[in-house]
């Protein structure tokens, strides 16, 4: 009736749900109510095999289940575990708004202080290329013009969390601390306003979809984990595009919060 | 050399990546090159065995593989598929704009027709109900205040893409239209207008994650598919937060499109 004390639904022999999933319907609701919180290790499958009479294929097939949905994950040799959640970010509307410029913040630094967390980045690269169609339309350039790529990766609390590659036309770029690895107080954002391209609004494209296997390895992503991409372009006050920033984001590390207009 | 035409790779012996992910890599190369285009039939497993000389566990892992990345789909005795998206629908930051409702449309149709789909709504509940602390707490009420709840289904050219509950504190919405299954030309909004809360903005908090296996029941979604969780919260010109919509939305079938300040 109960391995580890977490278990308390019996199987329903009657159910046309499958066995494994009326076990893996256990277990999340253990995980759900608390009983089995962050961190904690599941019983083992011996106990869930003992525990429900069941061939250690279903006890397999229950742990799948639940590491498809991104809410345990296997540690070779040491047992299944409840997921532990990165700190969650909210990204607030504002968040690119000229008083954190002016005080010297880049966003992702001003953001991640908001949650107590320490924030590093790394595997910055910054070079110069000729533009992709879709970067080209998106920064009204044809294709093939020069572009700055500058690519990084943000951490949280040692944790990768978000890449991020901006694309800036080199007749903006080429030649300033935009192209050094750190571009000074207040980012690129802030260089970008000092060439004389005020920034008047950005527009974000959000989407969802798993990771690709090289954004898993690099996100540290368990299974399960989906990301966000966000393409965010940036206008100056004449209505040219200055920037676009092309991010993928560990979904599990943020919520975005945005404003929207009724009128 | 080549399985139906779409296998170009081959198995390298000396890379330390396992043989499976190997073969995986092949299937999603041919996949996103379009040798594989959407709705395609994979090379059958017994091709595939005899393509790589591997066993036809490893095939089967290579497949798992790319379910779970949500490229492909099993279906059960005829094989594997590319898996078709649905239409994707790009919502606008305008469009809960006044202009649209003043033009008798619910915001759902009117982005539906802007991708020529044809849209449905099913599964409309309509009840009153004392309010769950979390939506207590957006609304500004105290948690057991009553409220209307909406929930719907909304489908597009058939196959469902969002369930959405509202919220509307009992004090506005009671004996109203907005009880209604059909509440009328420009939705609930229109009808929280003509209540005399005539509404302001818009809070939007867009997360991702896993569906539970309810959500993936209902929104038929093939494996590998997470969800857009969006909780929008309206505000009138006094400031009251009139209506609470939390939104689980296919991540599959939605671009999200949002304008934030620079000042």
Known sequence: MNADGVLTGELDPHSDRAVFRQIADHLRDAIQRGRLPEGAKLP?????????????????????EL????????EHGRGVFVRRRPPVRR???????????KEGKAAFLAESAQVGAKSEVDMIEIREQAT????????SLEAGDE??????????NGHPVETAVSYIPADIARGTPITDPNPGPGGIYARIEDMGHTLER???????R???PDEARILQLPAGTPVFRLVRTAFDTEGRAVEVCDTIMSADAYVLSYELPAH
Chains 1, 2 share one sequence.
């Open 44 to 64: 083992s499958e011996a106990q869930l095999v003992e525990h429900y009479k069941v061939a250690r294929m279903t006890i397999r097939s229950a742990l799948q």
């Open 67 to 74: 590491q498809t949905e991104g809410l345990v994950v296997s």
């Open 91 to 101: 990204l607030a509307s504002d968040r690119f708004a000229r008083r954190h410029r």
């Open 132 to 139: 992709t169609a879709e970067v080209a339309d998106r920064l």
């Open 147 to 156: 572009v700055v790529v500058r690519s990084r990766r943000y951490s949280l």
């Open 202 to 208: 950005f527009e974000e494209e959000v989407s969802a």
């Open 210 to 212: 798993m990771p690709t």
